[in-house]
């Protein structure tokens, strides 16, 4: 399903591209295409990420301590966890964003000052269709445990919740 979304996305998204290009050569403010163009990237990361579900990403090493990652979809997990708390801070609180060795596992703590999640949901949260917010699908967690619980072989979890904030920690196994 997310390969066909990303290739029905791709359609309309080349067609933008031309447009976008066409309106360059027009004698309108730049602003405008400069928007349209900002816009496209948007919509062209999305459709990268989206393709890359279902298949088995190419991992690269990259210096976060050496650990083996596809960076479209392990960045689109970090985004997840800090646009998670930011929403639970109601956008006025601390975002950190920390990563540590130890032994053979390289632990990254994504940690947020919002309202916390209450201990019994700690494991519902990555399941499909699991929110607590008014809009939203309930998607975004259970994306981030399957990109990395599938496809780089780490672990995620709810590593303390309380009424002063979240921490969830991604852990990746180093190369070594």
Do not use: C
């Not at 066909?4 to 290009?21: K, V």
């Not at 990652?69 to 997840?80: A, D, M, Q, T, V």
């Not at 998670?84 to 975002?95: E, R």
């Not at 919002?114 to 269709?129: A, E, L, R």
Request: aromatic share 4%.
């Amino acid at each position: 399903m997310a390969k066909e979304t990303a290739h029905q996305i791709g359609t309309p998204l080349t067609s933008l591209l031309g447009w976008n290009e066409l309106l360059k050569t027009e004698d309108i403010n730049p602003d405008i295409t400069h928007e349209i163009g900002k816009d496209i990237l948007r919509l062209q990361t999305i459709t990268e990420r989206f393709s890359k579900i279902g298949s088995i990403p190419k991992l690269e090493v990259h210096d976060i301590v050496s650990v083996l990652l596809n960076p479209p979809l392990y960045n689109w997990s970090i985004e997840n966890l800090v646009k998670n708390g930011i929403d639970a801070m109601k956008g006025k609180g601390d975002i950190s964003i920390q990563i540590e060795q130890k032994g053979q596992h390289v632990n990254v703590l994504v940690t947020d000052s919002g309202h916390g999640i209450p201990k019994s949901d700690f494991q519902n949260i990555f399941n499909p269709g699991v929110t607590s917010k008014k809009r939203g699908w309930g998607l975004g967690l259970s994306l981030v445990k399957r990109i990395v619980e599938e496809y780089h072989k780490g672990k995620i979890k709810v590593l303390s919740s309380n009424k002063a904030g979240t921490v969830m920690q991604i852990s990746l196994r180093a190369k070594v």
